[in-house]
Nanobody
Framework: QVQLVESGGGLVQAGGSLRLSCAAS????????AGWFRQAPEKEREFVAG????????YYADSVKGRFTISRGIDKNTVYLHMNSLKPEDTAVYYC?????????????????WGQGTQVTVSS
């Protein structure tokens, strides 16, 4: 059974940093792209960052470029999101996603495997 478990969320002051982790189990994901999405209260879930299966290509939403960095572990079953210079508008539940489709599809439709999410709250 495939399972994705996010961790690392919490409460942080504006300007602070957090590192989110996503641990995938149940199969090998070394040919899957990985991404992070987020959903703020009363808003739709939105794309944040994506990384291809080899870790050589990354893709970011304009709102987080230069502040967030996505990476993945050597085993390809772990995905990280390093978040710096956090803003109150980054407050949301953050979800990990793994998909066989190109990471460029992450801004177009939802597919693949999803975790349950981890809450990130940034206070002003």
């Amino acid at each position: 059974q495939v399972q994705l478990v996010e961790s690392g969320g919490g409460l942080v002051q504006a300007g602070g940093s957090l590192r989110l982790s996503c641990a995938a189990s149940g199969r090998t994901f070394n040919t899957y792209g990985a991404g992070w999405f987020r959903q703020a209260p009363e808003k739709e879930r939105e794309f944040v960052a994506g990384i291809n299966w080899s870790g050589t290509t990354t893709y970011y939403a304009d709102s987080v470029k230069g502040r967030f960095t996505i990476s993945r572990g050597i085993d390809k079953n772990t995905v990280y999101l390093h978040m710096n210079s956090l803003k109150p508008e980054d407050t949301a539940v953050y979800y990990c996603n793994l998909r066989q489709d190109s990471i460029r599809t992450m801004t177009r439709y939802e597919t693949g495997y999803w975790g349950q999410g981890t809450q990130v709250t940034v206070s002003s």
